[in-house]
């Protein structure tokens, strides 16, 4: 497969995440590769939700492998991770479902002990809208989101699944005063960590009137959680659920999903290498696989290739 168009590079921003409980309960989440640059080094970042993450007593990612600059469908690599919540950071604000996990010392470690090259294309800090960008948005606009719902993917080619909707409010407002919005969507179990982008391709509606011709791409945020409506008949904002089970026949999900914003992504990521000693405003940093090595060092993982099949 050819990944040129930015449709198709959306597909490569994913990894597939498997968890399990400490009660034994298998669950599965979505990650995504997000670059943070400070000063000449590029720092890149699994991106997920808190609750996806933590509280797991172990974890596994799984990647694609690459050969010759491309990826190869359905030859994927999957990192298990015992010491699951040795590598992961979230937000400093106990309400905003961010977390994230350094990738360099992993991918280091993979293609040290392993032999193996990563394929994947990144989000980046680049990507999220100016304010003059976000106040260039209408009130309702398409969004795609991309990952694993239900656990559901390309479990023969390793790819996640794209779904779209509609922004429920406007991206430029806070909702609830948080740095949140809503979307009109269906939002499953594994959705959780899902990148939210916009994306128009030729031409698009301008807010003051009229199409503009030409693409638009942004980063805005991440799903997080859902609205049920439980037997009450009250509506509740919940975490999305990672674990595959039957939903309670006393609650309805009713396709309102939260997403937030694309800035706290960059906040999580300052806020670790803040406290890894990283001066944010210097010149020159330090290189990307060093920062976080010792946790992935004190990291007891386990690895086999995936070929093309549910791990």
Known sequence: ??????????????????????????????????????????????????????????????????????????????????????????????????????????????????GIELFYRSVSTEMIPSEKQVQELDAVESVTFVGYPNGIWDSKNLLPVARRGTTATPIEVDFENTPRFLIDASVFGGSSGSPVFILDHGTYAAKSGGVVIGSRFHFVGVIAAVFFRTNLNEIVAVPIPTHVQPMARQQEMIDLGIVFKARTVVETIEAFLKARGVDLSAKAAPDPAEVGADEADATRTAAHDLTGSRP
Not at 53 to 67: D, H, I, P, W, Y
Not at 88 to 104: E, N, R
Request: aromatic share 10%.
């Open 1 to 114: 497969m050819q990944v040129k168009t930015v449709a198709e590079q959306l597909f490569f921003t994913t990894v597939r995440i498997d968890t399990v409980a400490p009660n034994g309960l298998a669950g599965a989440g979505t990650g995504f590769i997000f670059t943070h640059k400070v000063a000449n080094q590029n720092y890149p970042f699994v991106v997920t939700n808190k609750h996806v993450v933590m509280g797991m007593r172990e974890g596994a990612l799984s990647f694609l492998q690459r050969k010759d600059g491309l990826p190869t469908l359905g030859n994927g690599f999957r990192l298990t991770i015992h010491d699951w919540p040795q590598p992961w950071f979230g937000h400093p604000s106990p309400d905003i479902d961010i977390a994230v996990c350094p990738l360099a010392p992993l991918e280091a470690h993979i293609r040290q002990k392993n």
